[in-house]
């Protein structure tokens, strides 16, 4: 919208204010859509390590045995 307004304008202060305000809100897209990435990664972090912590605990004492084995033998 910024860039038309600037196209089109007659006067050279119009047409400058248009091409900074077109991109101040380039910049600001570019911000926000790396916010919602960062936002995207932390939420799968946490949903990793939620399912690990449930994980170990459905384990039990297991999870904290120095005897790897414990558990595993199939009689």
Do not use: C, Y
């Amino acid at each position: 919208m910024q860039r038309t307004r600037s196209a089109n304008a007659l006067l050279a202060n119009v047409r400058n204010v248009a091409d900074k305000a077109a991109a101040a809100w380039a910049e600001e897209a570019l911000i926000a859509e790396q916010r919602e990435h960062r936002q995207a990664r932390t939420r799968d972090v946490a949903a990793n390590l939620l399912d690990e912590k449930r994980r170990l605990r459905s384990l039990g004492d297991l999870a904290f045995n120095e005897n790897p084995d414990r558990g595993q033998a199939a009689w």
